[in-house]
């Protein structure tokens, strides 16, 4: 069975809106690596209406290992709003999203990754469909934007690895835990 993994970039202050604006500077050689591995270890991406159209935008034009990768892989879009989905290798997919997630996670084939906790992750937490939670926790407090966890939202997780990058950033790595 795969695993689905979220890998999600956060301020100190718990804010994961718009991590171009205040993540970049963090994201060196260490980072490229670690997040490449990660799209190694995955054969699909997972995916909101949102996250999509910013990706799209973003890495169609870009070169290089990441770039190519992400640009290569399948892409699962969960949305009932978005009509088509033009970047490559992206598939719409409406409906039930635990069950088709459920689906995604029996069929064989390595990790299927997820960037941020939006609606689309905490439905699988919800659901019991995350097995693992990255959160790359970078040493800045922004003051504002969409937090990581909406106020009346509850989890238990278990931490299983936590790495400090030369940047001061913290990877802390949690399983979901029974509630």
């Known amino acids: ?3 689905i993994i979220e890998s999600t970039l956060v301020s100190l202050d718990g804010v994961i809106a718009d991590p171009q604006l205040w ?5 060196d050689e260490e980072a490229q690596e670690e997040a490449l591995e990660v799209l190694l270890a995955s054969d699909a991406m ?3 209406r949102r996250t999509y159209e910013i990706f799209a935008r973003l890495w169609p034009a870009r070169s290089g290992a990441y770039p190519d990768r992400i640009n290569a892989m399948p892409k699962y879009v969960f949305s009932s709003t978005l009509q088509r989905a033009e970047w490559n290798n992206s598939t719409i997919v409406r409906g039930d999203v635990a069950a088709e997630v459920a689906t995604l996670k029996q069929q064989g084939g390595r990790d299927l990754v997820l960037y941020g906790h939006t609606r689309l ?5 919800d659901h019991g469909l995350l097995d ?3 959160f790359a926790v970078h040493p800045v407090v922004v003051g504002r ?6 106020e009346g939202l509850a989890a238990k997780l278990k ?12 990877v802390l790595s949690y399983q979901p835990t029974a509630t």
């Open 145 to 150: 934007g969409q937090l990581l966890f909406r």
């Open 1 to 3: 069975m795969r695993r």
């Open 46 to 48: 997972l995916m909101g």
């Open 121 to 125: 992750g905490q439905t699988l937490l």
């Open 23 to 27: 993540a970049m500077e963090y994201f």
């Open 159 to 170: 931490l299983v690895a936590a790495t400090t990058r030369k940047t001061g950033v913290v």
């Open 132 to 134: 693992e939670l990255r």
